[in-house]
């Protein structure tokens, strides 16, 4: 989905690559989640992602993580 032109409007890469911001999330909910989940929720999308490892990052210039 990251590298579909067709969502860069809801979600992207940052320039680094390393992550991933979301533009508009009610955008990314009704257009893009519903095409690779089973949901359109968001939240669910989020638990998805910490299952797997991913982390909110708070700083996007260093990549400083919440804590």
Do not use: A, P
């Not at 969502?7 to 009704?30: A, R």
């Not at 939240?43 to 992602?49: E, K, N, T």
Request: proline share 0%.
């Amino acid at each position: 989905m990251l590298s579909c032109l067709n969502f860069s409007n809801y979600i992207k890469w940052d320039n680094s690559g390393l992550s991933f911001t979301i533009l508009d999330v009610s955008g990314f909910t009704e257009n893009v989640l519903r095409l690779y989940f089973r949901h359109n929720k968001f939240l669910s999308f989020v638990r998805s992602l910490n299952l797997y490892g991913f982390q909110k990052v708070i700083n996007f210039s260093n990549n400083v993580k919440k804590k």
